[in-house]
């Protein structure tokens, strides 16, 4: 052993220490018995294969098939994903740790350079081995051209609503309202965020994605990485192509909110930004005033405080609200075939709560689209506003409307219920 590799071991071993007593590996046992294990082969000098890892880590057999189960190639993933988001909190440390990608081995280097430069021991066995594409990964699939061109229009539309949002100013009374004043006075940036849903892609032989698919039980890259490890028989049909949608419902409720959250925010200085809910790290929370728009299904950090405050709970689906004193149960008819010449009925909801720094968090949300259409034309009218405000004052509040549509045409809303909500000890 020269003296150049026993300074790398004693670097690397020093490194890998002061990562693992930072916790920011998370609590995984596989993950932190992966980085183990991989540290103890590049301290030998060694780079296992990928049914080594499977069977010193995972506790698989003989007969473990890599094309079958992905549970290898997710956790060495999630675990260089895991050392990336730990560096990015330490832009001035001097080395990293990182793991090449399509292999089974720990690298060191200075910070800030490139993989060509990274410092690691000679050897003693085998090359490292080559892995088939990892399901999760950003990896590049051939998207057909209608897709993009779908996606190329959505972009167009966005920037359409908010040049019209640049453009055209609310009445000074609805940002005077009890609803939108304390964004007005906490002069704090103001951020809106968009109830999105991730979408991932289905291959049938292993190249071309052939359909986009949506699962409620896969709403991030992290759910998909863990369905395959579950599945493993998916591991090879699913793909994540880093996609999320909007309900068409969000996008039209945008054109009555974005000239309200402007005008409303302008005393904070700073434009207010927009922001998908699966985008929103959790400090954001405190930092900003956040305005949600979607569906209830896609309130993600905000579901916990939200209904701990809220008089109501989610029924058997998201779809349907509780009053948690009396039982009463309020349900869209969405699923309800009628074809356009039956009026229909759905729920939407508006509350204003303090959050835990003083900021102010406003929910504008439904249960399918015309609720939310609905209820971003109710925050932007002041009669309604005060009608609110006159049962509640200026304190944390909820309001359910009952919404009834024919078709695509919102006829109209009436109010179901205020109330104050029990706000103080939910942060």
Not at 16 to 26: F, K, N, Q, T, Y
Not at 384 to 394: N, P
Request: glycine share 8%; proline share 5%; aromatic share 8%.
């Amino acid at each position: 052993m020269t003296q150049k590799d026993m300074e790398f071991r004693d670097s690397l071993a020093k490194e890998a220490a002061r990562v693992r007593e930072s916790g920011d590996l998370g609590r995984s046992e596989p993950l932190v018995k992966l980085f183990d294990f991989l540290l103890q082969c590049s301290l030998a000098g060694r780079v296992p294969k990928g049914i080594e890892v499977a069977q010193e880590v995972f506790g698989k057999t003989s007969d473990f098939d890599e094309m079958l189960d992905a549970s290898v190639r997710v956790y060495i993933h999630r675990l260089r994903r895991k050392l990336g988001e730990h560096y990015a909190r330490l832009p001035h440390h001097d080395c990293r740790i990182s793991i090449p990608l399509g292999e089974y081995r720990l690298v060191l280097a200075a910070a800030g350079a490139t993989g060509d430069e990274a410092v690691e021991p000679a050897a003693a066995d085998e090359p490292a081995a080559v892995t088939p594409p990892l399901v999760g990964a950003r990896t590049s699939w051939p998207i057909r051209p209608l897709w993009l061109a779908l996606i190329g229009l959505a972009l167009i539309n966005a920037l359409g609503w908010y040049y019209y949002a640049q453009r055209q100013m609310p009445d000074s009374g609805v940002i005077g309202t009890a609803f939108w004043r304390p964004i007005v006075d906490n002069r704090r940036p103001t951020l809106l965020v968009l109830g999105d849903y991730y979408i991932f892609g289905e291959t049938t032989d292993n190249v071309t994605i052939s359909r986009l698919t949506r699962d409620f039980a896969v709403n991030s890259r992290e759910d998909l990485e863990h369905y395959v490890v579950l599945h493993p028989d998916r591991a090879r049909v699913y793909r994540d192509v880093n996609l999320h949608y909007l309900p068409i419902g969000t996008g039209r409720a945008l054109r009555s909110l974005l000239p309200t959250v402007n005008a409303a925010a302008r005393g904070s200085g700073v434009r207010p930004g927009v922001e998908n809910m699966s985008e929103v790290k959790p400090e954001i929370l405190k930092e900003a005033n956040i305005v949600y728009v979607g569906f209830f299904s896609g309130l993600g950090a905000l579901q916990d405080p939200l209904f701990r405050a809220s008089g109501f709970k989610i029924g058997d689906s998201f779809d349907e609200l509780v009053d948690k004193t009396t039982s009463r149960r309020f349900k869209s008819d969405w699923n309800v075939v009628a074809e356009g010449k039956v009026p229909q009925r759905d729920y939407g909801y508006i509350a204003s709560l303090r959050g835990p720094t003083g900021n102010r968090i406003l929910i504008i949300a439904g249960t399918r689209d015309p609720g939310i259409v609905q209820m971003s034309e109710v925050a932007a009218d002041q009669a309604q506003l005060d009608a609110i405000a006159a049962k509640v004052g200026d304190n944390a509040f909820e309001a359910l409307f009952e919404v009834r549509t024919l078709g695509n045409l919102n006829l109209g809303s009436s109010l179901v219920t205020v109330r104050p909500m029990r706000a103080q000890s939910i942060w």
